[in-house]
Nanobody
Framework: QVQLVESGGGLVQPGGSLKLSCATSGFIFVLETMAWYRQAPGKVRELVASITGRLTTLYTDSVKGRFIISRDNARKTVYLQMNSLKPEDTAVYYC????????WGQGTQVTVSS
């Protein structure tokens, strides 16, 4: 069964950190470019970061220097380390398999608030 399951979201104060995980199953993980997207209330879903099987990364400008995407091909898991969080980072964060499978996880809520 092809599946993506996100975890790690929660409530954090501005300036804090969270690490999201996306555990996958049912497809050849190493062949897939994996990505994190987010969607804030009333806004369109946007790409946050992506990482290829060869570990090439891409970040949207607003998170550069604060977020780090990584993957463990043996564990078939992709991560998003989020540092120096801001209230504008508040959103539901989704994992996506970009290349062949093209499926979404269910999302995990991240709320940055004092």
């Amino acid at each position: 069964q092809v599946q993506l399951v996100e975890s790690g979201g929660g409530l954090v104060q501005p300036g804090g950190s969270l690490k999201l995980s996306c555990a996958t199953s049912g497809f050849i993980f190493v062949l897939e470019t994996m990505a994190w997207y987010r969607q804030a209330p009333g806004k369109v879903r946007e790409l946050v970061a992506s990482i290829t099987g060869r570990l090439t990364t891409l970040y949207t400008d607003s998170v550069k220097g604060r977020f780090i995407i990584s993957r463990d091909n043996a564990r078939k898991t992709v991560y998003l380390q989020m540092n120096s969080l801001k209230p504008e980072d508040t959103a539901v964060y989704y994992c996506h398999a970009e290349s062949y499978v093209k499926i979404w996880g269910q999302g995990t809520q991240v709320t940055v608030s004092s």
